[in-house]
């Protein structure tokens, strides 16, 4: 037995509990997919083709980023 690394409860086995691996895994997921998602929609190119409520999201997102820039 063994503690976990990610949730620093007890391991039945010698390894880390694999619903905690897989959060972690989507938690990384997720916080790649906010910092690369203004790349993919190439919006230097076209963002007057936007929606409003899509500009309000990626805005949150880009603000969100910079924030974790400079912490």
Do not use: P, W, Y
């Amino acid at each position: 037995m063994k503690l976990c690394n990610i949730c620093h409860k007890i391991s039945a086995t010698d390894k880390d509990h694999i619903d905690c691996v897989q959060r972690r895994s989507i938690e990384l997921e997720d916080e790649n997919f906010k910092n690369e998602i203004t790349e993919k929609l190439n919006l230097s190119k076209n963002n007057q083709d936007l929606g409003v409520e899509i500009k309000a999201i990626l805005g949150h997102l880009t603000r969100e980023t910079n924030q974790k820039d400079s912490s």
